[in-house]
């Protein structure tokens, strides 16, 4: 006889996404599970971000997003992580003279959101990040209020304070066939079946895929490969920030240990994959860092490279299916999935609370529903 689980909610997809839906809902009191094909929760894009938490990073709904999701990783996950998640870090956008209307679009985006900032000269950049080659940098914007975050420990809290909920962790579980019966679903996995009353697609780089095999439209998304390395540097850099060019042709920041992660910020639309980085792009990289920077960089220690997977227009999708009935979009986080995550998971709770009994209690996020929903993609 074939064994068949039974939750309320299965949610596809372990990642900073799928942890936090599953931890929203199971507070709610929803019985769930998560879904999830690798050994490790956070074997893709979750586990090889280099997250900053950035207030003006992105368009206006992720800043939102993200202003809504501060006070819970600054609360350390309502005390769910084991240490302090979020360690303050300035951050430090520079350009050359041909970058000054960059600068001023990024102290525009501080300034709307109401975070503090200082336009700064090349002298000035240079105080902050005294590796600043003086015959390239110019200009400088430095944007207090931003912080590292520890972003396994954020996943690895979420994970805790759902199973502390209930909710169920299911690893080595892909999900190969996905139907409706009765009124729910039916999952074929690698391992017994699931049946579910509602679907909640958190599979990141591969939600379109996961989507068709439930019959639903995809929406387009794109997972695009960034790169990340490592290296050495003799530099007191403890105080330093976050650089970042002000055209995003790289970024670096301090390690501590005398060691430097950097980035040539790169995009490359890709398929969903086990994301590897490439020689070409790692000397990019390096090139462009030494390109504004003393640091002379001539090798590395490490590379890796991960997919940040963004919708047409690069805001997330959080909403039902128009088309299959039971079927949740939580996907596209791109670029800011991690500091955005408490606020989208809650938008999905909240939601998919809605649509079944108390709408009232959907108000904190209401405004954002519409501009996150999948039907603004089935025109």
């Known amino acids: 006889m074939t064994t068949v689980e039974h939750f309320e909610i299965a949610v596809v997809g372990g990642g900073i996404a799928g942890a936090s839906a599953a931890w929203a809902l199971a507070e709610e009191g929803h019985e769930v599970a998560v879904v999830e094909r690798e050994d490790s929760l956070a074997a893709h894009s979750t586990g090889r971000s280099a997250a900053q938490f950035l207030s003006s990073y992105s368009g206006p709904v992720n800043r939102e997003l993200s202003a809504e999701s501060q006070p819970f990783l600054e609360g350390n996950a309502n005390g769910w992580a084991d240490h302090q998640l979020m360690s303050p870090r300035a951050v430090l956008w520079v350009s050359p003279d041909a970058g000054r ?225 039971g079927f949740f979009w939580c996907a596209g986080q791109g670029g800011t999935g991690i500091q955005t995550s408490p606020a989208v998971a809650r938008l999905t709770a909240s939601l998919i609370r809605a649509s079944s009994s108390d709408p009232s209690e959907h108000a904190a996020l209401a405004s954002l529903a519409p501009k996150l929903s999948p039907e603004r993609f089935r025109a």
Not at 279 to 284: G, P, S
Request: charged fraction near 25%; hydrophobic fraction near 40%; aromatic fraction near 8%.
């Open 101 to 325: 209307e960059q600068l001023d679009a990024i102290a525009a985006a501080n300034q709307s959101i109401g975070v503090a900032f200082d336009m700064l000269d090349g002298e000035g950049a240079r105080d902050l990040c005294p590796v600043l080659d003086p015959s390239w940098v110019h200009g400088g914007v430095v944007e207090h209020g931003g912080y590292d975050i520890d972003v396994a420990e954020l996943h690895q809290a979420y994970v805790r304070a759902a199973r502390s909920a209930g909710a169920t962790v299911m690893r080595h579980r892909g999900v190969r066939r996905m139907a409706r019966h009765g009124t729910g679903w039916q999952l074929d996995t690698d391992g017994p079946a699931i049946r579910a009353d509602i679907v909640v697609n958190a599979a990141g780089a591969w939600a379109d895929e996961i989507a068709e095999m439930a019959g639903a439209a995809p929406l387009g998304l794109i997972p695009y490969r960034r790169t990340i390395f490592t290296f050495t540097s003799q530099h007191p850099s403890e105080h330093w920030p976050l650089v970042i060019g002000a055209d995003e042709s790289f970024y670096f920041k301090p390690e501590g240990a005398g060691q430097f992660l950097g980035s040539p910020a790169d995009e490359h639309p890709d398929e969903p994959c086990d994301a590897k980085p490439r020689e070409l792009d790692v000397a990019a990289g390096i090139e462009a860092v030494n390109r504004a920077t003393l640091l002379d960089v001539r090798s590395i220690r490490s590379a890796w490279a991960g997919l940040r997977t963004f919708s047409p227009d690069r805001n997330p999708v959080v909403g039902f299916d128009r088309d299959i009935e």
